[in-house]
């Protein structure tokens, strides 16, 4: 079992930065791979950045050169930093952490925290 807190979302203006957190309650070390998907009403929920238990990190392409995946393995939290913030970067963003069961995966999620861009 994993249990998941996100934090750090709010309302901001275009081109300003967020910090996003989620704190695990399991140590990074048993987590294959924790990620951030972000979801607005109407739509699928959409992987936004990705990072695997190696370090290694994947984002999506509307993302990419604005957003930065990273995690603290001490204090058992991954972070997003969000700059140069668009309108359409608003939604709910989710925290998401991948157990390695085997042949099977577990995916964990947070409640969610609203990130709203607008002026």
């Known amino acids: 079992q994993v249990q998941l807190e996100e934090s750090g979302g709010g309302l901001v203006q275009p081109g300003g930065s967020l910090r996003l957190s989620c704190a695990t309650s399991?140590?990074?070390?048993?987590?294959?791979?924790m990620a951030w998907y972000r979801q607005v009403p109407g739509k699928q929920r959409e992987l936004v950045a990705v990072?695997?238990?190696?370090?290694?990190?994947s984002y999506a392409d509307s993302v990419k050169g604005r957003f930065t995946i990273s995690r603290d393995n001490a204090k058992n939290t991954m972070y997003l930093q969000m700059n140069s913030l668009k309108p359409e970067d608003t939604a709910v963003y989710y925290c998401?952490?991948?157990?390695?069961?085997?042949?099977?995966?577990?995916?964990?999620w947070g409640q969610g925290t609203q990130v709203t861009v607008s002026s």
């Open positions: 998401n952490a991948r157990i390695d069961l085997g042949p099977l995966y577990k995916d964990y």
């Open positions: 399991r140590s990074m070390d048993s987590i294959y791979s």
């Open positions: 990072i695997i238990s190696g370090g290694s990190t």
